[in-house]
């Protein structure tokens, strides 16, 4: 598929290492370095715009070895970015670990996940139809021996 992409950082394309990779790793655009604090967040650009064809959106996701190696995640986990959003591709960084963490210019901060989706349509009725769940949530099934 073919998403139009404005790139005003001086990164190369946001592209995936693998054949079977289904993120592609976003970098931090950025004039100077960025501390974060333990428990501080942060929007950090990306220098990035994409216009996506209807029916897709973008998911950002945090690096699972910035994650556990740092305690570096992201809010708003996954964020979206519509088909129709036209700003630029901003990061919500947050530190979660006990010591301060710098980003620098070109990090890679992120990845990010092109995916389909569909709008429902609401049909309201009166009762539902039943299942072996039912109303049963939040670890209703308990332990099993």
């Not at 929007?43 to 897709?56: C, D, E, N, S, W």
């Not at 539902?128 to 099993?144: I, Q």
Request: proline share 6%; hydrophobic share 40%; no cysteine.
């Amino acid at each position: 598929m073919e998403i139009k992409i404005i790139n005003r950082s001086h990164h190369a394309l946001p592209a995936y290492a693998t054949v079977q990779s289904a993120g592609m790793d976003l970098r931090a655009s950025i004039d100077a370095p960025v501390v974060l604090q333990p428990m501080e967040r942060r929007l950090i650009p990306t220098g990035l715009y994409i216009a996506l064809p209807a029916g897709l959106e973008a998911q950002i996701r945090p690096r699972s070895g910035l994650a556990l190696k740092k305690g570096i995640t992201l809010l708003n986990t996954p964020g979206t970015i519509d088909a129709d959003y036209r700003g630029e591709i901003g990061v919500i960084m947050i530190n979660l670990s006990s010591e301060p963490f710098e980003i620098q210019d070109g990090d890679r901060i992120a990845q990010m996940v092109i995916a389909r989706y569909e709008q429902a349509e609401w049909v309201p009725v009166e009762v539902l139809d039943e299942t072996e769940r039912g109303a049963g949530g939040f670890g209703h099934t308990g332990v099993k021996n």
